[in-house]
């Protein structure tokens, strides 16, 4: 292919049809981007950062002619530092991109947004959301235009909650109607995965991931889309009928995916810690999120009123596979089991299949609840798939609550679960006990450790 060069002096700005220069140490270097618009933009080769004063190669390897090539200085871009936001502050104005470090402490209400595709930095942020009781500051903590990965810094601490109640500390956006349209949130540790995030929000929202659904206030159902964790410390807590990793109450949201990092999710007052919150008799109806997936990390939930993984009371969710790392999973309250679905009240309730194919897993379930399984009984009993834990496993402990009959799959004999299969043997087989399942599911705690 052939290529073409040009290079140019650079005195204030960057390069390329339109390029936009962007400070990062004030009349020292310069970000180099290709503008917004440019044709066949992913055709320019551009450095990524130039020295004033310094000459700037733009490359073009694409098939069209080069009319003209010009250098453009945006004048006055954030830099990253939240202390120098004001209420003045617009939105475009405080948008961090791709590359850019966030830190400092924010001290007005403006909302700081992440731009559509790019990896930030967080060095020891505090964004206190202050929520009016008012129908303003109706944002999150970092709101993601689109897709994007945050990274937490080592040896970082990093506060964020949202403003609104209604708001989380993070929001990803998704699209209800199309998940494959759904955007996806990454956040990972630094080399040592040692940064922190606290993210939290004011009353009623999840802590990372979807905003709480109303009827009375439309332009709020918004759907969060993907979120993946992939190392770092990160401690989420949940609002009312909340999921601290998830969907918020009467909220959808996409897939969640765990393969690293130190995990502590406490979901709200009938909230779960991973999975969707409740669905709520005045909004959209049940609350919903796609399948969750740990495949490594060390991770440890809570679910007040809702399952600790899995769906809370109204809610529905995915599959639940565990294939590695190490899980703690506590559900407390009727219905609510560790791993699972919760209760239903209203709406239609329940999870798809329960895979168990390794790492080292405890569950406890709350009243009406087994460890794994589906909660609630009688007309309130939730459902779920069928239940399999194979011999890939370190160890599974499962326990039930109290007022259950099984530590693994139904809370109640008839309850709603599919087959459950442990180290290879069906003991329940989706209406009956099969092959000493009575006994064996039946214990007020089981624990399977697979013979080597």
């Not at 708001?167 to 956006?173: L, M, S, V």
Request: contains cysteine.
């Amino acid at each position: 292919m052939k290529q073409k060069l040009f290079s140019m002096l650079v005195l204030l700005a960057a390069v390329v049809t339109g390029a936009m220069a962007q400070t990062e140490e004030p009349a020292t270097k310069y970000k180099i981007t290709v503008a917004e618009g440019t044709e066949d933009a992913e055709n320019w080769k551009v450095p990524k950062e130039a020295a004033a004063g310094s000459s700037v190669t733009a490359t073009y390897e694409g098939k069209k002619k080069v009319k003209s090539v010009k250098a453009v200085k945006v004048a006055n871009l954030w830099d990253g530092d939240l202390s120098k936001l004001t209420a003045e502050s617009t939105p475009e104005y405080a948008t961090a991109t791709d590359g850019m470090t966030i830190t400092g402490t924010l001290g007005a209400n403006v909302k700081v947004s992440i731009a559509d595709g790019a990896t930030v930095t967080l060095d020891n942020v505090v964004i206190l959301g202050e929520h009016t009781g008012k129908l303003d500051n109706m944002w999150a903590g970092l709101t993601c235009l689109g897709n994007a990965t945050i990274i937490l810094k080592d040896g970082t601490v990093n506060t964020v909650r949202g403003f609104h109640d209604h708001f989380p500390a993070i929001y990803i956006p998704g699209d209800r109607h199309n998940p494959e349209n759904n955007k996806t949130l990454i956040i990972k540790g630094g080399e040592q995965g040692t940064g922190t995030l606290f993210a939290r929000n004011n009353g009623q929202a999840a802590g990372i991931g979807g905003v709480k659904s109303d009827a009375w206030l439309n332009q709020l159902k918004l759907s969060a889309g993907n979120i993946e964790i992939q190392g770092g410390v990160i401690d989420a807590a949940a609002g009312r009928n909340s999921a601290a990793i998830g969907a918020a109450a009467s909220d959808t949201c996409g897939y969640i995916r765990i393969t690293g990092g130190e995990i502590l999710a406490h979901g709200g007052e009938r909230g779960v810690g991973i999975g969707c919150g409740t669905g709520m008799n005045d909004a959209s109806g049940a609350a919903q999120c796609g399948d969750i997936t740990i495949t490594g990390g060390n991770i440890t939930a809570f679910g007040t009123g809702g399952a600790a993984i899995g769906n809370c009371s109204d809610g529905v969710c995915g599959n639940i596979t565990i294939s590695g790392g190490t899980v703690q999973a506590y559900g407390s309250g009727f219905g609510c089991p560790g791993i699972g679905s919760g209760y239903k009240d209203s709406f239609a309730t329940g999870c798809g299949d329960i895979l168990i194919n390794g790492g080292a897993v405890q569950a406890s379930g709350g009243s009406s609840a087994p460890g794994i399984g589906s909660g609630g009984s009688g007309d309130q009993g939730g459902t779920c798939g069928s239940i399999t834990i194979t011999s890939g496993v370190t160890e599974v402990v499962a326990q039930m609550g109290q007022s259950t009959t099984n530590s693994i799959g139904p809370a109640e004999d008839g309850g709603k679960c599919g087959t459950v299969t442990i180290g290879g043997t069906t003991y329940w087989d989706g209406t009956n006990y099969d092959n000493g399942g009575e006994l064996y599911l039946q214990q007020d705690h089981i624990e399977y450790r697979p013979t080597n």
